[in-house]
């Protein structure tokens, strides 16, 4: 363990003492400032008196090249067209997450530490996507480094990093949509109908203004979601692309609940809020309406002492109607987004205009996410080359899915 203090000299400057115990005797070095004497403390503690001393005698002949933490200020600081609250959670990251490096010149970082990092979060049961992103963050920050020259190469390069395991969609048939609904809050459930109806992001249908509905047009703007900034607050700001920014034409039915929706709203107002007339926040939506609405649809009704059904604490709605038949299915919110897309491949609609109904930035994203579902897009095309092949006709083959 390691630990400074200030020292007052006779000039009545202020040094800080670094002290610490090298081979059984206590021993200390001067510091010009406090940042630095807590630097080296922080140092000695995460990698060791051996390394940190090695570090120390290593900067000695690095004195031009800033360590990761003084460059990755200065990444961040410098960085444009991302939100404050990206900003925030870059400087939480380069705070916490780099311990073995945060205080070493970025020309001593090496590949081999790298992998030992990722190896380290590996261990510590981090996941795939998780340990990606902040390798992804390590990257841009020493990417920088060698366009302002401070280093000849990237650590990051040739990283291997955990693969992804992507949680299975779920997806549910229009039928089981209302199976689902029945037990959704009243007051949510045209936001759950229009979620999976439009297939719009959560961020995305929760920011919507009476604005953006046109009427006349029965088309649904999609220009804005809810931004992370930090802090408890939130804040409503332009979609992360150009091709999440879309005007969708919808189903009549959700045509119908956008009409109702509006009415007496002036354009600014959000369209679907809370009781209280607050826009939905995405915790709040999951503790008090989804996860109540997924447990009653698959027939869970525990009983309290005196025997009344209750769910976290709370007694079953009247409104509730008991599942004669249990959903067999727990999706989140976002799989309502999915179901859209399988509705629409199912009735035929092309790979490509999923993706414009979507938001995708690429078609790979959608050919990645809902391919395996496109089978009778599949046969056509088996059945174009069979008939090519043999000099026959091509047949055409059209068929649904269930979603």
């Known amino acids: 363990m390691a630990s400074w203090r200030p020292r007052v000299r006779k000039d009545g400057s202020v040094v800080y003492q670094v002290l610490y115990r090298l081979n059984g005797r206590q021993t200390s070095e001067m510091h010009l400032t406090q940042r630095s004497a807590e630097s080296m403390v922080s140092l000695i503690d995460k990698v060791g008196l051996e390394r940190a001393l090695e570090v120390v005698a290593e900067r000695q002949h690095s004195q031009a090249v800033p360590t990761l933490r003084e460059w990755g200020e200065h990444h961040v600081e410098h960085l444009t067209g991302v939100t404050s609250g990206t900003l925030h959670r870059y400087r939480r990251s380069l705070e916490v997450d780099f311990p073995e490096m945060i205080d070493v010149p970025l020309n001593l970082i090496t590949r081999d530490a790298v992998s030992q990092w990722v190896k380290r979060l590996t261990a510590e049961g981090q ?48 039928a089981e949509l209302e199976r689902l609904l029945v037990n959704v809050r009243p007051d949510a459930r045209d936001l759950v109908r229009v979620l999976a109806g439009t297939g719009a992001r959560w961020g995305e249908a929760t920011a919507w203004q009476a604005k953006d509905w046109d009427k006349s047009a029965r088309r649904i703007t999609i220009s804005r979601a809810w931004k992370y900034t930090g802090t408890s607050a939130r804040e409503s700001g332009a979609v992360k692309t150009l091709r999440s920014r879309r005007t969708l034409a919808v189903a009549d039915q959700v045509a119908d609940i956008f009409d109702a929706a509006v009415q007496g709203l002036a354009p600014s107002d959000y369209i679907f809020t809370t009781p209280t007339g607050l826009p939905w926040r995405a915790h709040n939506f999951h503790e008090q309406v989804w996860q109540p609405a997924i447990h009653y649809a698959n027939g869970g009704y525990p009983r309290d002492d005196a025997g009344n059904e209750r769910f976290n604490g709370r007694a079953r709605p009247e409104w509730r109607v008991p599942a004669t038949e249990p959903l067999g299915k ?27 109904y979507l938001g995708h930035e690429s078609i790979k994203t959608t050919v990645d996410r809902y391919g395996h579902i496109e089978p009778a897009h599949m046969k056509a095309a088996a059945s174009a080359l069979t008939a090519s092949m043999g000099g026959g006709e091509i047949v055409e083959v059209v068929g649904e899915i269930e979603a």
């Open 330 to 356: 727990r999706p989140r919110p976002h799989d309502c987004r999915h179901s859209c897309a399988s509705w629409l491949i199912a009735r035929g609609v092309t790979l490509p205009v999923v993706q414009q």
């Open 127 to 174: 996941s795939a996507k998780t340990i990606a992103n902040k390798h992804g963050l390590l990257f841009s920050v020493m990417r920088t480094a060698m366009h302002a020259e401070h280093i000849d190469r990237n650590p990051c390069d040739g990283t291997r990093l955990p693969r992804t395991e992507r949680r299975e969609m779920t997806f549910l048939t229009p």
